[in-house]
């Protein structure tokens, strides 16, 4: 099968051109498995997040028993109530134990059959669960690593938080009783200071039980380096002629590494663009015309990024407020985290800090970003130019 450039979903490298990503995977199991680390991913949509936590299970396997797992493949009514919770995570170990014989090699049977009795006992809770799970750590032949893909998807709810408090327990006393030699969740929204409705006095807090995560320092960007070499693989296949150095710089300017806008960007030039009369030879297409003409094009589609960024802004008119400072009023303004919106532009991966700054995290978002904003302000002005037309005729 001819390999490609993939936009929907998960990037496998046996079909897709995708970076390399041994580098990556290498330091995450260095500085953070191996060293026992809990900690969360956390990076904007379509970042290469879910990418990268299934190489990452492949990579440690050898090493460590790995539970893989996704908190979108259990919907809303698991997150019911602390037995509906049990019950779904159980089966939802079950069906990864079944699929991965290396992880029921490496855990002893007994520790299984106890999680998998846990469902015939009448009251279930998640304290149970994880004295199961802490028997299965404490008799597992290799180390357990815990994945959670989407974790943010269960987080406004407090079954999701009575489980946090339940891995950070045994976390602090992994001494005494056997836990996860490490837990990684990823998602968009940080879970340290997810704002989280947990009382019925609709009193907040900020602060999860999730305080003892180590901050996750690994760059999830792609270099310029990294496309370049992603773009020697397409360049072998295909023989465009292209100059791979100058053709990744061009789209790294644009895309300031961001993983979707760089594999839209080359899946255009690759399926699109030679379609068009213009660029008929390969040559023109992998170029510095050929990129801006397939920026252009992504700009003109409605994709998932820029629907997930309207509504964020819809959700944070004060995020929307800070963009519309620096895209639209030519504002500078100073970069800090303890700003709520600035925190949320940079979660969401909108925001960034250059030279002590705020600024727009590459030119395809500013570029997006500030022709929404042109877009609003004329319809506004047209409305209200036509709401006057329509009140000068009752005078």
């Known amino acids: 099968m001819e390999r490609y450039f993939n936009t929907e979903g998960c990037c496998r490298p046996g079909i897709h051109y995708m970076v390399r990503l041994d580098d990556r995977l290498d330091a995450i199991k260095r500085l953070y498995v191996d060293r026992g680390k809990y900690f969360v991913i956390n990076r904007g949509r379509q970042y290469g997040k879910t990418t990268t936590l299934r190489a990452l299970a492949e990579y440690l396997k050898n090493d460590y028993a790995v539970l893989p797992m996704d908190f979108q493949a259990l919907g809303s009514d698991c997150f019911v109530d602390g037995s509906a919770f049990v019950l779904s995570f159980i089966d939802y170990l079950e069906e990864i134990f079944s699929g991965r014989e290396e992880l029921r090699d490496a855990v002893s049977e007994e520790a299984y059959r106890n999680l998998i009795a846990l469902r015939d006992q009448k009251r279930l809770g998640i304290d149970k669960l994880f004295r199961c799970l802490s028997g299965m750590c404490r008799t597992a032949e290799k180390p357990m690593v815990l994945i959670i893909d989407e974790v943010d998807s269960a987080s406004n709810n407090q079954v999701f938080i009575d489980f946090l408090a339940q891995l950070r327990r045994y976390y602090l006393d992994r001494d005494f009783s056997p836990a996860f030699q490490s837990v990684i969740l990823a998602g968009v929204y940080d879970i340290k200071n997810l704002k989280l409705k947990i009382r019925p006095d609709d009193e907040h807090q900020y602060n999860s039980p999730w305080n003892i995560a180590a901050e996750f320092n690994v760059e999830m960007d792609l270099s310029s380096a990294q496309i370049r070499d992603m773009l020697e693989e397409y360049e072998s296949d295909h023989r465009t002629g292209m100059d791979t150095a100058a053709v990744a710089e061009e789209i790294y300017q644009y895309t300031s590494g961001y993983p979707y806008l760089v594999s839209a960007i080359c899946k255009i030039l690759d399926e699109r663009l ?109 409305v209200f130019k036509q709401g006057q037309s329509d009140r000068n005729q009752f005078y």
């Open 274 to 382: 030679p379609e068009k009369e213009e660029y008929a030879d390969q040559g023109s297409v992998w170029s510095k015309e050929g990129i801006g003409e397939a920026v252009s094009i992504i700009l003109k589609t409605r994709i998932p990024l820029f629907d997930s960024m309207t509504r964020q802004l819809d959700l944070y008119p004060d995020l929307k407020d800070v963009l519309e400072q620096i895209l639209y009023e030519g504002q500078r303004l100073s970069f800090s985290l303890g700003i709520k919106s600035v925190s949320l532009g940079t979660m969401f991966g909108f925001l960034k800090e250059e030279d002590g700054q705020i600024v727009v995290a590459n030119r395809i978002f500013e570029m997006y970003l500030l022709n929404l904003f042109m877009s609003e302000e004329s319809i506004r002005s047209d």
